[in-house]
């Protein structure tokens, strides 16, 4: 007899499928969802530089180049042009104050200085003869008086002795009448005299006043010319080294040229170019600092020209204690000029990684060594040797320092 044949939910064919649309459904959930999307790029690993982050202490400074200059430095100028016509010392003498240095021969200059001179002293002569004229008017005015005098009184004896002989009827009216007028006569004369005195005695004052004036400023300007040939021989203003100079017999040198110079010897310091993106970081009394001969060697900032030349301002630097004993004008040497005190922070090796990210991010080694990953950092100060890192990577984490510029800018390094 015939049974109903119950036919298989799940056969082989049908689990097969339904095997088969899971997987493939899993799959695009995995492409969609949990596949690694990063973009993937193989090195090698020898060829990378991988440094650890560290906490240390940290000072932020930047390398510059110092000139060495004599601290106090004398300029010598020409103060008269002329040909060179003696040479006395060679660059790099040792002089002092008052030493020849060389001598300029202006013929225009002496021929007229001859004439000035020849004037002033024909000058100084007419004022000198005019002076003893008053001199001698006073003289003469004074005895003029004394003879007026001497007239009065004898006018006055006769006027008096010829009033009693006119009472004795001994004289005639017409005499005694004369010698009264000649007393009174010569009375007038004497005082109008004197007056004359007085008027030529004052104005005897204001003319030697002027005449002593005019003849002290034609002195003064003769021993101003006299000093102005005087410069034709130069002379070291001071102790010191001559430098920068060079002259030769027959040379022509221009009013105001620059001859020389003398460099004191009472130290040195040192001048400085600094990039102009310093300008406001830099100010009067900041330290620096060098190392020369197992010594290091500090100086502070004691002068800023802030005017911008080329991309670069300069500073001046002093000394803070012992020079070096072997250092000469004109030699360079490495400064580290410094922005901050030392201070602890997560700090980094330098590397060429910064100019592909500039600071923003980094590739940060897992800790299998297998691989590398981009991360965003923030970095803050830095120096020659080290970055200073403000977030974004904790002491002991491993990253790549070297070059990024054939990388990309993939999200992972897979190491080979």
């Not at 012992?322 to 602890?344: C, V, W, Y």
């Not at 991010?361 to 970095?379: F, L, Q």
Request: overall charge negative.
């Amino acid at each position: 007899m015939d049974r109903i044949i119950e036919k298989k939910k799940w056969t082989t064919r049908r689990i097969l499928t339904i095997a088969a649309i899971a997987v493939f459904v899993f799959f695009l959930i995995y492409l969609i969802l949990l596949r690694d999307k990063s973009s993937k790029l193989y090195i090698e690993k020898e060829q990378i530089t991988i440094a650890q982050v560290i906490q240390d202490n940290f000072q932020e400074f930047i390398p510059v180049d110092g000139v060495v200059y004599p601290r106090t430095t004398i300029y010598i100028d020409a103060i008269q042009g002329g040909i060179v016509e003696a040479v006395y010392v060679e660059d790099g003498a040792i002089l002092e104050k008052g030493d020849p240095i060389l001598k300029l021969m202006n013929a225009n200059l002496e021929l007229s200085f001859m004439e000035q001179q020849t004037w002033m002293y024909d000058a100084i002569n007419n004022l000198q003869n005019t002076r003893i004229s008053l001199e001698q008017n006073k003289f003469y005015r004074e005895r003029e008086l004394e003879n007026l005098k001497a007239q009065m009184d004898e006018a006055k004896k006769t006027h008096v002795r010829n009033q009693i002989l006119i009472e004795d009827s001994m004289i005639s009216i017409k005499d005694f009448e004369d010698s009264e007028r000649t007393y009174r006569n010569v009375i007038k004369q004497y005082d109008l005299t004197r007056k004359l005195q007085k008027l030529d005695s004052i104005s005897a004052i204001t003319s030697l006043e002027q005449i002593n004036n005019s003849i002290n400023r034609i002195q003064n300007n003769l021993k101003l010319l006299e000093k102005t040939m005087e410069n034709m021989l130069i002379k070291a203003p001071a102790n010191g080294k001559l430098s920068s100079f060079s002259a030769e017999i027959g040379e022509t040198k221009g009013s105001g040229e620059h001859l020389g110079q003398i460099d004191m010897l009472d130290g040195f310091m040192l001048r400085a170019n600094i990039d102009e993106r310093y300008i406001s970081r830099v100010h009067i009394g900041q330290e620096a600092e060098f190392d020369m001969n197992n010594t290091n060697y500090k100086l502070t900032i004691s002068k800023i020209y802030t005017d911008v030349t080329n991309g670069t301002f300069l500073v001046e630097l002093q000394f803070s204690g012992d020079e070096p004993q072997n250092i000469k004008r004109g030699q360079t040497i490495q400064l580290k000029l410094m922005f901050s005190s030392p201070s602890e922070a997560y700090i980094v090796k330098r590397g060429g990684f910064f100019q592909e990210t500039g600071g923003n991010w980094i590739y940060v080694v897992e800790p299998g060594e297998t691989y590398a990953v981009k991360r965003d950092i923030r970095i803050g100060r830095q120096n020659t040797r080290f970055y200073e890192i403000l977030e974004g990577l904790e002491p002991g984490e491993k990253v790549i320092i070297s070059s990024y510029d054939s990388f990309g800018g993939k999200d992972k390094l897979i190491f080979k």
